[in-house]
């Protein structure tokens, strides 16, 4: 069975500054990067167990040929994408509960314990990518 995806605002808001970098470099890299994005979601949509357990319930999809990973609760219902990270940035390893997410202002870090207090949404990644269009 196949559960419906959902985006917390932070996730999002990493998902489309990654877009933005990949499309300033060239608009076809911020294509296939969204695409794989797509495709990343669509497997944890459909096996979300198959994913290691990174930290407490909290698990990563790799995004394939990107440096990125999607981090992600799986719940009853749905899946809640609570982090799309750089891999090769440095991220804080502490204790989840006091520490692991964004512990400086501005830095690029995982804020997998956001799911505990924020609401999720639904983030159509079509628009994501193409922000002008309406969806097909």
Known sequence: MKLPVVWLPEADAELKQALAHYG?????????F???VEETVE????????????EKDRRRAGVRRF??????????????VIACFHGKRTRNTG??????????AGSHQPNICA????????VD????????????
């Open 34 to 36: 969204i695409q794989a």
């Open 115 to 122: 799911a505990r207090s924020h609401g999720a949404a639904k």
């Open 67 to 80: 440096p990125y990973g999607l981090f992600f609760l799986v719940e009853e219902t749905r899946i809640v």
């Open 95 to 104: 204790n989840c509960d006091e520490t692991f997410g964004r512990s400086q």
């Open 24 to 32: 300033a470099i060239r608009p076809e890299l911020g294509a296939r």
């Open 125 to 136: 990644l079509f628009r994501v990518a193409n922000p002008q269009m309406s969806a097909p």
């Open 43 to 54: 497997t944890v949509a459909s096996a979300p167990l198959r994913f290691a357990v990174i």
